[in-house]
């Protein structure tokens, strides 16, 4: 029997070519093997690059974070001076509003020619709103001071301005506007 079987295989060997049927086999695993390797290598670079940013650009970043603080406490300081700005600007431009009104000052020519005919007979308004007070001075706006807003950097006090956080009261206190 065992004679028999060495008979068989022998027969099996020599007809099949072996070679040619294994050899997609062995391509593929070379191929696997292959890719594999690169992901194993690929997998090493992330690790090298996971440790580097765990043990120096997360420090830096930390080192920087209280600069970065300062930068958007400058840019939040900044915001509040605008928005003073633009509060004291609104109220100077009804000012002026207010005081083209008072001195009979068109803003457009139309409403010179209009107002000069005086074609539909309308009273001018005796209660229109006025920029003086009770004894007839002018009161003007209160308008911020820059001391409030800006001070010289430490770096270079001559040229650069570094912007502070504004007072609650960001008005002058006497009442009166900056010249």
């Known amino acids: 029997m065992a004679e028999d079987l060495e008979k068989d295989y022998s027969v099996y060997f020599q007809t099949s070519n072996l070679d040619q049927e294994l050899k997609p086999i062995i391509v593929g695993i070379d191929r696997m093997m292959l ?36 930068l958007c406490d400058r ?5 509040r001076f605008v928005a003073v700005v633009s509060k004291n600007l609104d109220a100077v431009e009804k000012q002026v509003q207010i005081a083209e009104e008072e001195l009979d000052i068109p803003d457009k020519t139309l409403n010179v020619l209009l107002k000069s005919l005086n074609f539909f007979g309308k009273p001018k308004p005796t209660d229109r709103p006025t920029n003086r007070d009770a004894a007839g ?38 009442g009166t506007p900056e010249k």
């Open 35 to 70: 890719r594999l390797e690169e992901f194993e290598n690929c997998l090493e670079l992330v690790k090298a690059d996971s440790a580097v940013a765990l043990t120096q650009n997360i420090p830096h970043l930390l080192a920087l974070r209280p600069e970065l603080n300062a």
């Open 137 to 174: 001075a002018y009161e003007p706006v209160p308008v911020f001071k820059t001391e409030h807003f800006f001070r010289p950097t430490p770096s270079c006090p001559a040229a650069a301005t570094e912007v502070r956080p504004a007072p609650d009261d960001a008005s002058p206190s006497d």
């Open 75 to 79: 840019i939040d300081g900044l915001e």
